[in-house]
């Protein structure tokens, strides 16, 4: 009687555990699996670099003018700022019931002016997501770009065929390169042509900022709420080239006859090689709430895509993916609950001494 008893409870159980396995292994793939919980707050940050400046000098020139154009956005509610040297940091936190996505635009609309007033050598401030220490963690994913390039050259060309094609990724929310310098345009004027003229250097660079464009691209509308989006148009050497900078003795000057133009890099601040190779790194972001592990696998699929349509000769190497990670622990978890079932499998049939009673007869 008690055998009978302890034999059909042990019966019951299998079975129990086994319907929990079958719903799990069913359901587990279907899961939105996450390293980091998912989170949208309503802030935004704006970010600009002046090499070499003092942090009175970020704070004056820089997050001042910043804030007061961030004060014009709909919504704001907080607004707080780091000067330090040779960066400004503005975080901008608004009302919960406000669209960030909107909010974003209105903010780069605002700052507009600061763009064209910004000091001699300060780089263009940038908007970017902000999170909370206490939900920061490692990338998502990265990888890294080894090449014969230059560092600068290697980082433009990520930028100009590598990261275009990663963001069009179903997932992926942006793409970051890091190392080597970004371009830009460097100005050397003729200091003895200047001072015939009588021409101060605050005169051409002032001017210069005011080439700084917007074109309208259209209006936003959502929830009865309307916003105009603008373009920056892109830089053009042979037009900054014959920019009107200047005016003196009834004599208009364009900056080619006050100094030349040409194509530079930023000062690096640091340098990475491996192999012999000059290396640069891609850091990617997924969009909030999609699946980890799906993007993971997405991205490494399309890696070696993206390498045979490049035009120059590159490697790849994934350096961080945390997709890959969670993927072997959901493996590695399927496969201990199969090593369980089987083991209470063996234990039952060890109990009852015949593998027929382990079945229920109709």
Partial sequence: MLRTLFTKFLIWRVMIFTIFVVLGAYSIPRLKIEAIPEVDLPTLTVV??????????????????????????????????????????????????????????????????????????????????????????????????????????????????????????????????????????????????????????????????????????????????????????????????????ARSGGQTFTLDMLGSVEPSFEDPDSYVRANGYNVVQVAVDKRSGVNTVSVGRELRKALPKIKDTLPFEVSFHIDEDQGKELEDKLRELVYRSAVILAILFLLLVVTLRQIRLTTIDK
């Fill in 48 to 245: 600009t670099s002046w090499n070499g400046a003092s942090p009175q000098a970020i704070q004056r020139s820089i997050t001042i003018p910043v804030e007061e154009a961030a004060r014009n956005v709909h919504g704001v509610e907080e607004i707080e700022s780091r000067s330090g040297a040779g960066r400004s940091n503005v975080t901008i936190s608004f009302r919960r019931e406000v669209d960030i996505d909107f909010a974003s635009v209105d903010l780069n609309e605002q700052l507009g002016t600061v763009r064209r007033n910004l000091p001699l050598g300060a780089n263009q401030p940038f908007i970017v997501p902000y999170v909370p220490e206490e939900f920061r963690t490692e990338d998502f994913f990265t990888f890294s770009l080894e090449s014969d390039l230059s560092p600068n050259e290697l980082r433009e060309a990520a930028e100009n065929w590598v990261v275009p094609q990663i963001i069009a990724l179903e997932g992926v929310a942006d793409a970051t390169v890091m190392g080597g310098a970004r371009p830009l345009l460097k100005i050397v004027l003729d200091r003895s042509t200047l001072d015939l003229y009588r021409i101060g250097a605050e005169q051409v660079f002032g001017a210069l900022n005011r080439l700084d464009e917007f074109t309208g691209a259209g209006v936003i509308s959502e929830h009865g709420a309307e916003k105009t989006v603008a373009l920056r148009q892109p830089v053009d050497i042979r037009k900054i080239e014959k920019a009107v900078v």
